[in-house]
């Protein structure tokens, strides 16, 4: 059963892959940004029940797609939860039109030479097979994102934890 869910969760992040090349189909709307973080929290806490998630999220909307901001969340918690043993935590910081999404994890680090292609397709920085994926998580996050007028960047190094900043643009609101 693990791995049939491993091979249909293979087969819809190739598919996801394939379209966020389009960006043609990704939706502008307004999106609460603290129900989807709520959401994506609670599906991580599903993946590991005695990880604590620290949440500091400001309520806003920004202008993007909830379905891809419904599957970028899960893919940086994920990442997180898989690397580091200790506590999440995932902050937003708006400023006058932008809104910055950080999930940071203590967990070991990426050295700068590997750092340079996380975002890169079917990398995978840890040759550890115990830890589960394909390297297609962060590349298909990087593709939403960008879809949608995003922006994504990781902060890391050797025994500092891992940072991973995504930023998105504030609803505009007209009288």
Do not use: W
């Amino acid at each position: 059963m693990a791995e049939s869910d491993r091979l249909i969760r293979l087969v819809s992040n190739l598919l996801i892959l394939a379209g966020a090349d389009v960006v043609q189909s990704l939706r502008r709307e307004s999106v609460s940004i603290r129900a989807v973080i709520e959401e994506a929290c609670k599906q991580a806490q599903q993946l590991d029940r005695q990880r604590k998630i620290i949440e500091d999220v400001r309520e806003v909307s920004v202008i993007g797609d909830r379905g891809a901001l419904k599957r970028v969340l899960p893919i940086l918690l994920d990442s997180a939860i898989k690397y580091t043993t200790q506590e999440i935590q995932i902050s937003t910081k708006a400023s006058e039109n932008q809104i910055e999404i950080s999930v940071h994890d203590k967990g070991p680090g990426i050295p700068a030479e590997r750092l340079e292609h996380v975002f890169d397709r079917f990398y995978r920085g840890e040759s550890d097979s115990k830890i589960q994926g394909f390297g297609l998580g962060l590349p298909i996050a990087k593709a939403l994102l960008e879809g949608q007028g995003g922006k994504i960047g990781i902060e890391s190094g050797p025994g500092a934890g891992t940072t991973v900043k995504i930023s998105l643009n504030l609803r505009q609101i007209r009288d």
